[in-house]
């Protein structure tokens, strides 16, 4: 850490203060006990002066608290003023601060902490005189709605809901699901469209919100189930408590939860289902049906099937002899799919326009001889053998 700070030119002012004595090995900075995700954000010591605006303040942030986690902490006294303007009392509470402590770092940047609220004058007890009263008309704000983020943090904090002090306490270091867990439990919502996203913020769904209507036990919503569980699996770890116990109550509770929603008035639950997957399967059962259209035995070796290829209709026996084929195009016309399956089904298509014959267009069916060529039939009973089907053309 020394090493480090020394690096930090900038904020020699800051630094040299502590590089006087031994850095102090608090439990709040180093506890390898309490490292989970990833450790604390550190600045290496590496420093340009060729940096963005609000690269340098990203840094800034950065180093101050690197910096002001080895000061002394902040000292306040926790003032309550009670006082009485025309027989009319009025109370006010904030905090007088007797040593700066940390906040040294911060005040010579000029910028404020959130502690900097609720900090009084010195009042001196039966103190009076004149004053100017100043209201101030505010309106309170609805909650915001949780993002992934506020979210995640929401569940590492849920003991703080608990009311009671022993439970709250069980779960100050474990909230709700570990650190491993919580993205995925969020996850699981989001893929049984419990909830939703729109943009940032996350919105319960229509299902998700009558799911949880219809669950009339409030313990099993509460943040304070989890809470009896901790302390109970911490009895286990003491050796004050039975496994065998705690899974027979498990049980006897999931099954009077289920005993109660079966005999509550039955509750309609609204079904979202996954846009994507309606269309995806959509498109899936219309590919199916084309290719079931389009499995045609073929004609030549009665074995395979005619399958589309690349560039040909082609038997799927080919690796077993059978050669037939037949083209996407013939004569610059193009054949659809449907005048493929009536030339192998019915030797035969029906009148096709548009085949360039000689330099001219020219109106005729297509024959699959008995040899399986493709011959063109015009409309003036003319015919003409176009090419094999079974050779290159």
Request: hydrophobic share 30%.
């Amino acid at each position: 850490m020394p090493g480090i700070l020394k690096k930090l030119k900038p904020y020699e002012q800051l630094t040299e203060p502590l590089l006087k004595d031994k850095i102090r090995k608090s439990k709040k900075v180093f506890d390898d006990k309490k490292i989970t995700d990833h450790h604390a954000i550190i600045p290496t010591g590496v420093f340009t002066y060729n940096l963005t605006p609000d690269e340098k303040r990203v840094f800034d942030l950065v180093a101050r608290r690197f910096i002001s986690v080895f000061y002394p902490d902040c000292k306040v006294a926790n003032t309550t003023v009670l006082a009485t303007v025309n027989e009319v009392d009025f109370k006010v509470t904030g905090k007088q601060i007797l040593h700066p402590g940390w906040r040294v770092v911060y005040q010579s940047d000029g910028g404020k902490t959130q502690a900097d609220e609720n900090i009084l004058p010195a009042f001196v007890k039966g103190e009076s005189g004149p004053h100017e009263p100043d209201l101030a008309e505010k309106m309170t704000q609805p909650p915001r709605y949780y993002s992934e983020a506020t979210l995640l943090r929401a569940m590492e904090t849920a003991g703080k809901q608990v009311d009671d002090d022993e439970l709250r306490e069980l779960m100050k270091e474990n909230g709700i699901g570990r650190p491993s867990t919580r993205a995925n439990i969020i996850e699981t919502l989001f893929r049984r469209r419990y909830i939703m996203r729109e943009k940032k913020r996350i919105l319960a769904t229509k299902t998700g919100i009558d799911l949880i209507g219809s669950i009339e036990n409030d313990l099993l919503k509460s943040a304070e189930l989890t809470g009896q569980w901790e302390k109970k699996l911490r009895l286990i770890e003491e050796g004050t408590y039975e496994v065998s116990q705690f899974m027979e109550e498990m049980k006897q509770m999931v099954s009077e939860i289920v005993d109660q929603v079966k005999r509550s008035p039955r509750k309609e639950i609204t079904i979202i289902e996954d846009e994507k997957e309606e269309k995806s399967s959509g498109k899936a059962a219309k590919k199916e049906k084309a290719e079931k259209e389009v499995q045609l035995t073929c004609p030549k070796c009665g074995k395979g099937t005619v399958l589309k290829g690349k560039s040909a209709w082609g038997c799927s026996a080919f690796r077993d002899g059978c050669d037939f084929r037949l083209p996407f195009e013939l004569l610059e016309k193009k054949l659809t799919d449907n005048q493929i399956k009536q030339l192998i089904e019915k030797k035969k298509t029906g009148v096709i326009k548009g085949f360039t014959q000689g330099g001219e267009k020219v109106d005729g069916k297509l024959v699959l001889t008995d040899d399986f060529n493709i011959e063109l039939e015009e409309k003036e009973e003319e015919k003409l053998t176009c090419r094999s089907a079974n050779r290159e053309p």
